[in-house]
């Protein structure tokens, strides 16, 4: 009886769990048994490995295999872990020597020829096995430049299982992890583009300095999905502690490419109002893959045409607007994926959509219906309610020059710089972040500038949710004045955003 044992790391959404695989070769029926909870890939691995062994010029043990993933009753699902299984029951055979194997992660798919395929994951496994004190790693070359990201650990790229097998026995290297790879960002659509809608480029100018949500109202061809595709230029880069979550979140999903491995710009994800709610809030068989709210994470998600989504996708948003976090709870156990990201809603205000309103020609009942699709706890959730006005003029001396980009982002920059100065003993980033309590307790205005906001609880236009989502918003556009703290024209202005529906 001969024993071995290497590690490898099963993925719970972002969160990575290091597991342990013991390979037991002994007398016995000739046969391969896998322990620890396998999904059906897990399973099949058996073969797959067995094929890659032989192809790769090793025999496959003749004698009974019992192989442990530990923790025993943690579900293992994919076909990551055939490369460490194939070095952990060559290594319990005597074929080749364990002593590398006791400290080194392995991730990788075999194919049937020992070539090692990519899988998903690798940052958030990697970053699970620094966490656990392994002091290497080997991985497929073509996922190498990700792994770099992680520091602390020793990575090793691998493309074929002989490669790695070489290496265990000290005959052979494996690549190196160079340094991190950075690519420029590349340049995206510019706000100059956009005609005309001061009030919306107003507010697209709030929603990036505070981080707030947006809803834009209008008749097709006013500029609503342009406005909503610059958001993501205006905001900061992202620092590397946001850059490593959105990264983890996006490798899970197979979203890296070699040549940028590193997310260091706010995502812009769009959303087709067909998409299916797994899609949108994540889901799939066993354990949940991510959806497009997390990888959305730290950037913007846009919803076109927001009316058409049905009421259950749109209500399924509100816990993570809130939390930003999505909670999905499956057979295997609940995953967790970080959501934090801005919502952009684009809606025509009616049927009809005519470019005038008076032009409507849809029923009074039709036109409720419509905007009801929308609900109230959705919309109380949004800071930024905006009506688009018809375009009267293209001709830009008719116009007013539209500010660049550019010019803009500094402004917001700026305004982001304040905002995370004052909140940075607290552990926020932006206004958006703060909680209501905090903002009346700690940062209490006086009662003569929130008087606005009074009434509207008073009479009932406001909500206590609204209410906290008004002073956020008064922040925002004080920070953008420059001014210390927000007065009750700021309040006002605030409090304006909310009240206005139809252009």
């Given at each position: 009886?001969?024993?071995?044992?290497t590690?490898?790391?099963a993925?719970?959404?972002?969160?990575?769990?290091?597991?342990?695989?013991?390979?037991?070769?002994g007398v016995?029926?000739v046969r391969t048994?896998?322990?620890g909870?396998?999904?059906?890939?897990?399973?099949?691995?058996k073969?797959r490995?067995?094929?890659a062994v032989?192809?790769s010029?090793?025999?496959?043990?003749?004698?009974?295999?019992t192989l442990g993933?530990?923790?025993?009753?943690?579900?293992?699902?994919?076909?990551?872990?055939?490369?460490?299984?194939?070095?952990?029951?060559?290594?319990a055979?005597?074929?080749?020597?364990?002593?590398?194997?006791?400290?080194?992660?392995?991730?990788?798919?075999?194919?049937l020829?020992?070539?090692?395929?990519?899988?998903?994951?690798?940052?958030p496994?990697?970053?699970a096995?620094?966490?656990?004190?392994l002091?290497?790693?080997?991985v497929?070359?073509s996922?190498?430049a990700?792994?770099?990201?992680?520091?602390g650990?020793?990575?090793?790229?691998?493309?074929?299982?002989t490669?790695?097998l070489a290496?265990?026995?000290?005959e052979?290297t494996?690549?190196?992890a160079?340094?991190?790879?950075?690519?420029?960002?590349a340049d995206?659509?510019?706000l100059?583009d956009?005609?005309?809608?001061?009030?919306?480029?107003?507010?697209?100018?709030?929603?990036a300095?505070?981080?707030h949500?947006l809803l834009?109202t209008?008749?097709?061809?006013?500029g609503?999905?342009?406005l909503?595709?610059?958001?993501?230029?205006?905001l900061?880069?992202?620092s590397?502690?946001?850059?490593l979550g959105v990264?983890?979140v996006?490798s899970i999903?197979g979203l890296?490419?070699?040549?940028a491995?590193?997310?260091?710009?706010?995502?812009?994800?769009?959303v087709?109002?067909s998409t299916?709610?797994?899609?949108?809030?994540?889901?799939g068989?066993?354990?949940?893959k991510p959806?497009?709210?997390s990888?959305?994470?730290?950037?913007v998600?846009f919803?076109?045409?927001?009316r058409e989504?049905?009421?259950?996708k749109?209500?399924a948003?509100?816990?993570?607007?809130e939390?930003?976090?999505?909670?999905i709870?499956?057979?295997?156990?609940?995953?967790?994926?970080?959501a934090?990201?801005?919502l952009?809603?684009?809606?025509?205000?009616?049927?009809?959509?005519?470019?005038?309103d008076?032009d409507?020609?849809?029923?009074?009942?039709?036109?409720?219906?419509?905007?009801?699709?929308?609900?109230?706890?959705l919309l109380?959730?949004?800071?930024l309610?905006?009506?688009?006005?018809?375009?009267?003029a293209?001709n830009?001396?008719?116009?007013a020059?539209?500010?660049?980009t550019?010019?803009?982002?500094?402004?917001?920059?700026?305004a982001r710089?304040?905002?995370?100065?004052?909140?940075?003993?607290?552990?926020w980033s932006?206004n958006?972040?703060?909680?209501?309590?905090?903002?009346?307790?700690?940062f209490?205005?006086p009662?003569?500038?929130?008087?606005?906001v009074?009434r509207?609880?008073a009479?009932?236009?406001?909500?206590?949710?609204?209410?906290?989502?008004?002073?956020?918003?008064?922040?925002?556009?004080?920070?953008?004045?420059?001014?210390?703290?927000?007065?009750?024209d700021?309040?006002?202005?605030?409090?304006?955003?909310r009240?206005?529906r139809k252009?």
């Amino acid at each position: 009886m001969a024993l071995a044992r290497t590690w490898s790391v099963a993925l719970f959404g972002v969160d990575g769990v290091p597991v342990e695989i013991e390979a037991d070769v002994g007398v016995g029926t000739v046969r391969t048994q896998l322990l620890g909870l396998p999904d059906a890939a897990l399973h099949e691995s058996k073969d797959r490995v067995k094929a890659a062994v032989r192809n790769s010029g090793h025999n496959w043990p003749s004698q009974r295999v019992t192989l442990g993933l530990s923790p025993a009753t943690l579900p293992k699902n994919g076909s990551g872990y055939d490369l460490a299984i194939a070095c952990v029951v060559l290594a319990a055979a005597k074929a080749i020597p364990g002593d590398r194997l006791s400290d080194t992660v392995l991730l990788g798919e075999l194919a049937l020829d020992g070539r090692v395929r990519a899988v998903r994951g690798v940052l958030p496994a990697l970053l699970a096995a620094r966490r656990a004190g392994l002091a290497q790693a080997v991985v497929p070359t073509s996922t190498l430049a990700e792994a770099a990201l992680v520091e602390g650990l020793t990575v090793h790229g691998a493309t074929t299982l002989t490669q790695v097998l070489a290496w265990l026995t000290g005959e052979g290297t494996l690549s190196p992890a160079g340094p991190p790879a950075t690519t420029p960002p590349a340049d995206g659509p510019d706000l100059a583009d956009v005609i005309g809608q001061p009030e919306a480029r107003w507010a697209l100018e709030v929603a990036a300095a505070g981080g707030h949500h947006l809803l834009l109202t209008g008749p097709p061809g006013t500029g609503k999905t342009m406005l909503a595709q610059r958001l993501s230029g205006l905001l900061p880069p992202l620092s590397m502690e946001e850059a490593l979550g959105v990264t983890a979140v996006h490798s899970i999903a197979g979203l890296l490419s070699s040549d940028a491995p590193l997310v260091t710009t706010p995502p812009f994800v769009s959303v087709h109002h067909s998409t299916s709610t797994a899609a949108l809030i994540g889901g799939g068989a066993g354990l949940a893959k991510p959806g497009a709210l997390s990888r959305a994470h730290r950037g913007v998600l846009f919803l076109d045409e927001a009316r058409e989504f049905g009421v259950g996708k749109l209500e399924a948003l509100r816990t993570a607007l809130e939390e930003g976090e999505v909670r999905i709870a499956r057979r295997d156990g609940i995953t967790r994926y970080p959501a934090r990201f801005q919502l952009v809603m684009a809606t025509n205000p009616c049927p009809c959509a005519p470019p005038k309103d008076i032009d409507c020609i849809c029923l009074p009942a039709a036109r409720r219906r419509y905007e009801a699709k929308l609900s109230g706890p959705l919309l109380d959730r949004v800071d930024l309610r905006v009506p688009m006005r018809p375009l009267t003029a293209m001709n830009r001396e008719f116009v007013a020059e539209p500010e660049p980009t550019a010019t803009v982002r500094e402004r917001v920059r700026k305004a982001r710089t304040r905002a995370a100065e004052r909140w940075a003993e607290y552990g926020w980033s932006t206004n958006a972040e703060v909680p209501g309590a905090d903002l009346r307790r700690e940062f209490a205005l006086p009662r003569e500038t929130t008087s606005s906001v009074d009434r509207a609880l008073a009479t009932g236009a406001l909500t206590g949710r609204g209410a906290d989502r008004c002073l956020r918003v008064a922040w925002t556009l004080a920070d953008l004045a420059e001014d210390d703290r927000p007065t009750a024209d700021h309040v006002a202005a605030a409090l304006e955003f909310r009240e206005r529906r139809k252009a």
